[in-house]
């Protein structure tokens, strides 16, 4: 007898283990419809609009060599030092689930010669990992989009991204949105303003949280969003960067100010946004709705980022980029037009199915692109009474219904569910092509009428 000894798990004996059912890996869930079609919306949002303005897509691998993220995100950090998946593979090497997205993206600009002659825009989309407590709207393995551009310290791209990005959020139906941005400085002006912070919260550490009083040393800035009702006496009164910022950040600024005043897109200032990685400089920003509400208003984040390049390994490459999460802008999403143009197909015997299947599969070839989505077709054939109470539950808007009276008349019938209404579309006999194009057309009509 063979053996079959697989990841311990001897299966030559699992006859007689008893089979439970498999579950998904605890904090990653799947994806399913209805809810993959916002996704869907979603990806191609970002994919028109990005492309369009120049950020072409760039893929990366999902797992990294452990370093990069040690080097850019940084080893004291909780993403690296306590929710990194790091395991060793075959060949003996530490590589782990990417937890974020812009350090890959900036180590494949530093590998590419190609890239790095010139500036770089691409935008991203995919699954990051991260292991952490699983709660409400967090997973262990959740996605995000990204846009980065890498190469120029010209103030217009950090407008352009963040004046694209508001076009992307409202285009999505997020229509309330707002962006809240800052300058946090360089490494010139920065450190004198470090000084101050630090010498001002330890005058007042009897005052802060437990959280807080850790931070003066290890990141004094965090403590400027710290959320705990305890600090926020101390932060009212806190030095600000804004105050200490050098003529060539504070003419960055305002460059970047004046564009968005120009272009019209809503923003405020907040003197208390900060990012909790070094390697940010310059232009910090936060895209926010007020939808949902409280402190978890946040879409994503962004900012400059003009010393990443340099803990990576390479010289000094001025870039700035924003990442949002898939998951949060789902929520913030509406889905008015989700069920627009939901078709049911309705075959009530198997002659009419027979005459009508190449019908429906031309139909949805030429709905590509079209906004018409086919729901639920599982080619039975049924009594008209049970087909409506389906498609109902489904809530679909419109049917395609035959049966043997419409296939001797030489017609089809389409229903529109919402408005209770329908009338007949002449069927082509033997020209499955031309009979489609008359429903799809027809379809389009009622759904834009
Ligand atoms: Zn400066
Ligand atoms: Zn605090």
Redesign the pocket.
């Known amino acids: 007898m063979t053996e079959i000894i697989l990841f311990g798990i001897d299966f030559s004996t699992s006859s007689v283990i008893k089979i439970t059912m498999i579950q998904s890996p605890r904090g990653m869930k799947d994806v399913l419809p209805p809810e993959s079609g916002k996704w869907e919306r979603l990806e191609r949002t970002a994919s028109g609009i990005f492309s369009s303005f120049g950020y072409k897509l760039l893929v990366t691998p999902v797992v990294e060599k452990t370093e990069l993220f040690v080097r850019s995100v940084g080893e004291a950090t909780d993403v690296v030092s306590k929710e990194m998946y790091v395991f060793t593979d075959r060949g003996g090497e530490s590589i782990c689930l990417r937890p974020e997205g812009t350090a890959p993206v900036m180590r494949a600009y530093l590998n590419s010669p190609e890239l790095k002659s010139r500036t770089m825009k691409a935008w991203y989309w995919g699954p990051m990992f991260r292991y952490e407590r699983p709660q409400k709207g967090r997973y262990r393995q959740f996605y995000q989009f990204g846009v980065e551009a890498i190469g120029s310290n010209s103030p217009y791209i950090d407008a352009e991204i963040i004046y694209m990005l508001d076009h992307f959020y409202k285009n999505l139906g997020i229509l309330d949105v707002r962006v809240e941005l800052n300058s946090i ?2 490494e ?3 450190p004198p303003y470090k000084v101050q912070l630090v010498d001002y919260l330890k005058s007042k550490s009897s005052e802060l949280c437990e959280d807080c009083k850790k931070r003066i040393e290890t990141n004094p800035l965090r403590v400027l969003d710290c959320k705990s009702e305890t600090c926020s006496s101390v932060i009212k009164n806190v030095p600000l960067m804004g105050d200490f ?2 003529s ?2 504070k003419s960055h600024n305002n460059a970047v100010l004046k564009v968005l005043d120009d272009c019209g897109v809503k923003y405020s200032e907040n003197p208390m946004l900060v990012r909790g990685l070094d390697y940010y400089s ?1 232009t910090v920003f936060e895209f926010v709705s007020e939808q949902l509400g409280g402190r978890q208003n946040a879409l994503g984040g962004g900012g400059r980022y003009d010393s990443l390049s340099e803990q990576i390994g390479a010289e000094k490459i001025p870039s700035v980029g924003y990442a949002g999460g898939v998951e949060r802008t789902l929520l913030f999403m509406n889905d008015e037009d989700k069920k627009a143009c939901d078709v049911y197909i309705a075959m009530l015997d198997d002659d009419t199915l027979r005459a009508c299947a190449p019908i429906v599969f031309e139909a949805k070839k030429l709905s590509l692109g079209e906004d018409i989505n086919f729901i639920d077709d599982d080619f039975k054939v049924r009594d008209i009474k049970k087909h409506l109470s389906k498609a109902d539950k489904l809530g679909a808007r419109f049917a395609i219904i035959a049966g043997s009276q419409e296939l001797d008349s030489g017609s089809l019938i389409i229903k529109d569910l919402m408005l209770k209404k329908e009338e007949k579309i002449t069927m082509h006999k033997n020209d499955a092509k031309r009979s489609a194009e008359a429903v799809v057309r027809r379809l389009l009509e009622k759904k834009n009428s």
Do not use: M, S, T
């Open positions: 400085g360089c010139l002006c920065r910022l050098c060539d950040c310059k």
